[in-house]
């Protein structure tokens, strides 16, 4: 086999396990920027490995990519000390890159990244292969270095974790159905609506990294998000043109940057008992996926 042949048939290997790896790193780190960083990453390591001596290529691509991501996730943290107010996952458009939850959907929820954020990055990693990937404890423990016995273990004090703080979903047409209501009473400042479509514990998040415009507090409990909402409605919504989106396959909004007044995702995480968190997305580095 001749090199050219040998780097064709890498290439292809890689080409078919991209979205894969792709869908671990970015559920492993809630960047779609980091995650594309790490992918790129494993082809060079890929290209510079003895793939003779590799038994399973798969096995093999997704324990690097793991691997890297779990060094990423650690530094992320320590840099996100200097980001000015409170950080959010970066989205992704899933109407154009169904790919993305092709394995499973499972931590790919926008509000639920934000969750897989409380976790370590070794227990995100289990979590992500186990839940997402539905890998074996054996392969996991492999990934990650440790004993099956304490995979098992990671991933069941990850659920137990994130089950304290997840709320039971609602479909798609009940979620756009209160986004658009949000939306209505948002837009004209009725306080009333909105009192009657939060939950009792509401918060509203701005991710904006300085941003002028951008919130730097979370805000808690509806009589507070009620008021920030309201405050901020003279200045924010007129002449806005609202798009409704896909992010991370749950319907959102994106109102695009006009003068004076920076562009907005906003997502919501809802439940039967209503709209528990409005985040609200101002960093433009996170905007470029909806900013066309």
Do not use: C
């Not at 780097?7 to 980091?34: K, Q, W």
């Not at 003895?50 to 990519?65: E, H, K, W």
């Not at 918060?203 to 009620?226: C, F, K, Q, Y």
């Not at 562009?263 to 997305?281: C, E, F, K, R």
């Amino acid at each position: 086999m001749t090199l050219v042949d040998s780097l064709e048939n890498a290439a292809s290997v890689f080409t078919e396990l991209r979205p894969r790896l792709f869908g671990i790193a970015y559920r492993m780190l809630g960047s779609a920027a980091e995650a594309e960083d790490v992918v790129q990453d494993v082809w060079l390591r890929w290209q510079a490995t003895d793939r003779a001596a590799v038994q399973s290529p798969p096995a093999f691509l997704a324990t690097i990519a793991t691997r890297l991501s779990i060094n990423v996730a650690r530094s992320a943290r320590a840099r996100r000390e200097s980001y000015i107010g409170p950080w959010l996952p970066e989205p992704v458009d899933t109407s154009a890159d169904p790919t993305l939850g092709a394995e499973r959907g499972e931590a790919l929820e926008f509000a639920f990244l934000l969750l897989l954020d409380r976790l370590t990055p070794t227990e995100r990693a289990a979590y992500v292969l186990r839940e997402a990937f539905v890998y074996p404890y054996e392969q996991i423990a492999d990934i990650i270095q440790v004993t099956a016995a304490k995979a098992r273990q990671l991933v069941s004090r990850a659920r137990k974790r994130l089950a304290a703080g997840r709320h039971e979903p609602i479909d798609k047409s009940e979620h756009r159905r209160l986004l658009e209501a949000f939306l209505d009473a948002a837009q004209s400042g009725d306080v009333v609506a909105l009192e009657h479509l939060f939950a009792e514990d509401v918060v509203s998040v701005t991710d904006g990294n300085g941003v002028r415009g951008a919130a730097r507090l979370v805000m808690h409990g509806i009589p507070r998000v009620t008021k920030f909402i309201a405050a901020f409605a003279p200045r924010f919504w007129p002449g806005a043109t609202v798009t409704f989106v896909d992010v991370n396959g749950t319907p959102a909004v994106f109102v695009p940057a006009r003068e004076k007044v920076g562009g907005a995702l906003l997502v919501l995480d809802a439940s039967s008992d209503g709209i528990h968190q409005l985040l609200w997305l101002m960093n433009p580095d996170k905007l470029s996926g909806y900013a066309k």
